[in-house]
C-alpha cells in the first residue's frame, strides 16, 4: 500500500498543495474510471516535465501576450470608488481578453499540453460559453478537432456563444440528459474521453475534476493574481486588503487568489450564487451549503441530497451553476484562508447595472456576482485600504438576461 | 473475502464452465421486480448477479444505463432500499450478489456502516468504477474485515505493471472492460484487443471477468476464450425494459438460455 511519495506534511505552506496524490488536506484526489489513469498520468507526467522548461514557459507567455492580450489593465474604478465612498476600488480586467474571460488563459495552456502530448482532438464542457468559445478559438488557432459539450438549457441561455463557437469549427453537442446545464455537460465530456482516451485530450475549464486538472489550470491562471501583485507594487501600494471574485467552479478565483494565499493580510472572499436565495433549493452556494462527497473525479464541497445524489443547481449565471467547485476551495475554506458567501440572482443583476452606468463597463454575470459583494463588504473598509475585484468576463453574452431585466424594471431609467 | 464467491469461482474453474453474471439495476423497472428477477436468475443458473445502485451522474455508463438509475431514482431507490431489497431477497435465496455503483452514494451512506451492513445481509462484493486502486487502499481494511470482496477494474488501455498491482489487491476476479468507453456500445474485438486478452491471462493469478458491450451468445462464447466469464449489463436491462412482469417467469429463463446456449430469445430481441 504505498504511496508514489509522502504527502506534504499536514501543517505544510498553505500554498503549497496538492500533496503527490492530488490531495488538498482532506480534498482533491483521482476517482475516475481506471480507463481514464494512463491519460491523467500522462497528463501529469507531461506537466511536469513542462513546467520546468523554459521554452515552454516562452511560448505560454508569448501567446499569453500577443494573442490572448495580457497583461490586461488593473483599473481604479474611481466612480465606483466615489460611489461607496470608502476604499478604493480596482478591477483586473479579465474581461478585456481575447474571447472576453480568463478562460483563454487556461485553454492556451492546456492546448500546449495537448500538443506536447500529440492529441489531434479536443473536447471541452462549457456552460456559460465561455471556456467552450475559448477552447474552440485555441482548437482553430492550433489546427485541432474540437468538440464542446454544452446543455441544452445553457445553449438557449447563451446563444450567441454558441453561434461563435460554431464559427470557429468546433461541434457543439447539445446535451439533454439531467439539468441539461454543466454538470451534465461535463458528465458528458468525461464520457466522450473515455471513449476516445487515446487521442483525446479533455480541456476542463475550471479547477475541477480529477488530478492534476485542479493543479494545471491553476497555474495557467495564476497569471491573474501575479499581475495584481506586480501592478499594485508600481502603483505604490504593497498589498491590497481585500481581493473578491466569482466561485462557479472556482478557476477566476483561483488565479486570483493563488500569489496572496500566504500573505496573511490580504483578506480573500469567494462569492457563490445565491441564486433565488440559500434559503430556497435554487441556488449553487456549493462551499455555504453543501458537504463533502465525491463527483466528477474529485473530494470535494456538493449540493447532493442526503442519499449522495448530486442536487439540482439554480443559478441566473450559467458559468455558476454548477453543484460541485474546485477542491483547493473547499480546502481553503475548512482552513478558513478564504471566506465564501453568496449574492442573489437579484443582487448581480444589480451590480452589473450599476458598473454599466457608473463605469460603462457591462460585467458577465457571474463577475457581477464578485461585484455584488462590494454592498456588504465597502461599508466595513477605510479609504486607506484596496479592493480588488476580478472582472473576469465581459458581459455580452448576457444581453438578452439585462435586457429582460431592464424591462421587467419599465424601462432606460430603472434600476 | 466472500466464501460463496471464492466457493463459486473454485467450482467454475474445475468444471471449466464459462460464468455468466447479470447486472440489473436496483429498483429499475420496479423495486418488486427486482425482488422478484433475482430468484428467477438464479433458479435459471446464472453464477452470480451485479445489482446497481443508483447514481444522478453515472459518467461511466451509456444511455440506457442512465436511464434504469433515473427510473430507479424516480423510484425512491436509496442506498438504504437497495440493501432492505437484498435482505428480503437473502431470506430464501443464496446466488452470489455483488453491488454495483458510483462512491458518492455509498461515501455519505458511510463506507464502514454499509460494508457492515453488506456483511449482515451476505452480500458477496461490491464494485465501485469511480475508486481506483489508489483511492479504494484506503478503504480496503474494511472490506478484508467484512469478508466483502472490492472488485478491481481494469481496461484494455491499463498498463502490464499496473495490471499486476491490481491483481495483487484483488481477493475474488478482476473485472476487465471488454474496451475503453462507457457501457452498452456496439464493439468488437481488435487484433489489439485479442493480444490484450490473451497477455492478460498471463498477466494475472485471479480469474477475469468481461463486461461492457457483452450482448449475446456469440459475445459469451467469442470472450469466454480470454476470460472465466461475462458480464452482461446493458442487453438485460434492454430486456426487461419491454418486459411484462407477467412474462418474468417464463422469459427470464429464457434470456439466460439464449446468452449461454444460443437459443432464440423471447420477445425483447
Not at chain 1, 467552450?132 to 446563444?159: H, K, L, N, P, S
Not at chain 1, 475550471?206 to 499581475?227: A, C, M, N, T, W
Not at chain 1, 442519499?307 to 475548512?334: C, M, N, R, T, W
Amino acid at each position: 500500500m504505498s504511496r508514489p511519495s509522502a504527502p506534504p506534511h499536514p501543517s505544510s505552506p498553505i500554498d503549497q498543495w496538492p500533496d503527490a496524490r492530488g490531495y488538498f488536506g482532506e480534498f482533491g484526489g483521482q476517482f475516475v474510471p481506471e480507463i481514464l489513469r494512463p491519460a491523467l498520468t500522462e497528463l501529469e507526467t507531461t506537466f511536469n516535465r513542462l513546467r520546468t522548461d523554459p521554452d515552454f514557459e516562452q511560448e505560454f507567455r508569448q501567446e499569453l501576450r500577443t494573442y490572448a492580450g495580457r497583461p490586461t489593465p488593473l483599473y481604479f474604478a474611481r466612480n465606483l470608488t466615489r460611489y461607496y465612498g470608502k476604499a478604493r476600488i480596482y478591477l483586473k480586467r479579465e474581461d478585456l481578453l481575447h474571447t472576453g474571460a480568463h478562460k483563454i488563459n487556461n485553454t492556451i495552456g492546456q492546448i500546449l499540453l495537448a500538443r506536447a502530448m500529440g492529441k489531434q482532438r479536443i473536447i471541452a464542457e462549457t456552460g456559460a460559453g465561455q471556456h467552450g468559445v475559448a477552447t474552440a478559438t485555441v482548437a482553430a488557432r492550433f489546427g485541432m478537432d474540437c468538440c464542446i459539450y454544452m446543455g441544452a438549457e445553457d445553449m438557449e441561455r447563451q446563444f450567441p456563444n454558441v453561434q461563435r463557437m460554431r464559427m470557429l469549427g468546433a461541434k457543439v453537442r447539445a446535451v439533454h440528459s439531467g439539468t441539461r446545464t454543466l454538470k451534465d455537460a461535463t458528465s458528458e465530456a468525461l464520457r466522450d474521453w473515455l471513449t476516445h482516451v487515446a487521442t483525446t485530450h479533455y480541456i476542463i475549464g475550471s479547477v475541477v475534476g480529477p488530478h492534476p486538472f485542479p493543479l494545471i489550470v491553476r497555474y495557467f491562471q495564476k497569471v491573474i493574481g501575479e499581475e495584481v501583485q506586480e501592478q499594485l507594487k508600481a502603483l505604490g501600494h504593497p498589498s491590497p486588503s481585500f481581493l473578491i471574485a466569482c466561485v462557479g467552479g472556482g478557476s477566476n478565483a483561483m488565479g486570483l487568489f493563488y500569489p496572496f494565499l500566504s500573505s496573511p493580510d490580504v483578506q480573500m472572499i469567494g462569492v457563490e450564487a445565491g441564486g433565488l436565495g440559500v434559503h430556497t433549493p435554487h441556488h449553487a452556494a456549493t462551499l455555504s451549503r453543501g458537504r463533502p462527497g465525491i463527483f466528477h473525479g474529485m473530494k470535494t464541497y456538493l449540493l447532493q441530497t442526503a442519499d449522495g445524489q448530486i442536487q439540482l443547481p439554480h443559478s441566473i449565471s450559467a458559468g455558476l451553476d454548477y453543484p460541485g467547485v474546485g477542491p483547493e476551495h473547499s480546502f481553503l475554506k475548512e482552513q478558513k484562508r478564504v471566506t465564501y458567501t453568496q449574492v442573489t440572482d437579484q443582487e448581480a443583476l444589480q451590480a452589473a447595472f450599476r458598473l454599466a452606468r457608473l463605469e460603462g463597463i457591462i460585467p458577465a454575470l457571474e463577475s457581477a456576482h464578485a461585484l455584488a459583494y462590494l454592498d456588504r463588504l465597502l461599508p466595513t473598509t477605510h479609504p486607506d485600504q484596496i479592493v480588488v475585484v476580478n472582472l473576469s468576463g465581459r458581459g455580452d453574452k448576457d444581453m438578452s438576461t439585462y435586457i429582460q431585466y431592464l424591462e421587467n424594471q419599465g424601462g432606460e431609467k430603472a434600476p | 473475502m466472500s466464501q460463496r464467491l471464492q466457493q463459486r469461482l473454485r467450482h467454475l474453474e474445475a468444471e471449466e464452465r464459462q460464468a455468466l453474471s447479470l447486472y440489473l439495476m436496483a429498483g429499475y423497472p420496479t423495486i418488486e421486480a427486482t425482488v422478484q428477477i433475482i430468484p428467477l436468475l438464479e433458479q435459471a443458473g446464472v453464477d452470480f448477479v451485479e445489482l446497481g445502485i443508483p447514481f444522478s451522474d453515472p459518467i461511466a455508463d451509456g444511455p440506457v444505463i442512465q436511464m434504469a438509475a433515473n427510473q430507479a431514482l424516480q423510484n425512491g431507490v436509496t442506498v438504504q432500499r437497495v440493501l432492505e431489497m437484498v435482505a428480503t431477497i437473502r431470506q430464501r435465496h443464496s446466488i452470489p450478489i455483488l453491488l454495483m455503483g458510483y462512491t458518492n452514494p455509498v461515501y455519505q451512506f458511510g463506507m464502514e456502516r454499509f460494508v457492515r451492513t453488506c456483511q449482515d445481509l451476505q452480500v458477496d462484493g461490491i464494485i465501485l468504477p469511480d475508486l481506483p486502486l489508489e483511492e479504494s487502499l484506503h478503504y480496503l481494511p474494511f472490506f478484508q474485515k467484512h469478508q466483502l470482496d472490492f472488485i478491481h477494474l481494469i481496461a484494455p488501455n491499463t498498463p502490464d505493471s499496473r495490471i499486476q498491482l491490481i491483481d495483487r489487491h484483488t481477493t475474488a476476479f478482476i473485472y476487465c472492460t471488454a474496451y475503453t468507453g462507457v457501457t452498452g456500445k456496439d464493439h468488437r474485438l481488435t487484433p489489439e484487443g485479442e493480444q490484450f486478452f490473451r497477455r492478460l491471462n498471463r498477466l494475472v493469478t485471479h480469474p477475469v471477468m468481461i463486461g461492457f458491450g457483452v450482448k449475446t451468445h456469440q459475445d459469451f462464447q467469442y470472450y469466454g476464450q480470454f476470460a472465466r466469464g461475462v458480464i452482461i449489463g446493458t442487453a438485460f436491462l434492454k430486456f426487461l425494459a419491454n418486459l411484462d412482469p407477467a412474462a418474468y417467469a417464463t422469459a427470464i429463463p429464457a434470456f439466460v438460455r439464449s446468452i449461454r446456449k444460443g437459443e432464440n430469445s423471447p420477445e425483447g430481441k
